[in-house]
């Protein structure tokens, strides 16, 4: 697999140090994906970020499987210089670095391949959407309407993607609930001024879009969110063995 990599992406440079602490935040909580190149070459690798430490200067990166070519710079050139893509949940990130050093695998515990690489000086950040939004495990929450109730498929601090739970209800596009009750499960969202608008109509299922939404609600929402992402990424959380 090949993609031209551009050294300075057209990104935002992230300067914030709130910014910078939640995005290494995530990292080390979420160990993300990563796409690997090397500087002059176009072939990327894949891995996944396991460790991550600012105040030791460098992070970890466990390889998935490499080409020989990639496996033979990497191991022959001390201070290579390699681009990073890490696809995290809130966004995406690239960055430069370069090696330190390779971990031999009689040093990890499943003889897998570690790099270690020096930690950046810039980070640049994509936002993939306005709000980060969630994909909900079945049952996890629904929302009671004047026309009957959905559950939700998906969920962020904006909006939701929908499905009737009567498949006779017919929402139409356009349409604004003022009174509305949402549930994360048997527990409601304590709601002050909570209004909806439909977006989008498929035979399937509907997406809205919040307005008049309250921090309070937006709190509440946001605490949820944390939970859901973490029974829906359970999977990619579980350490391997």
Known sequence: MTRKVHAEPNYSLLQNPKEIARIEKEITQFTPKTEVTIEGSSEIVTGRIVEWFPKRQFFSVRWNKMSDSFAHQ???KSGLRVFFK????????IFKSTTLRRLSEEETPDGSIIYHYRIPEQIYQQQRRGALRVPLAKKAAYLRTPIGNFELLDLSVTGAKLRPLNPEMEPALGQEWKICEMYFGKKKVTSRQFHVKITRVTKDWCAITFSKISDLERTQIKQFLIE????YYVEELRPRS
């Open 74 to 76: 990497t191991e022959t």
């Open 86 to 93: 890490a696809h995290l949940f809130s966004t995406q990130v």
């Open 228 to 231: 859901a992402l973490r029974t």
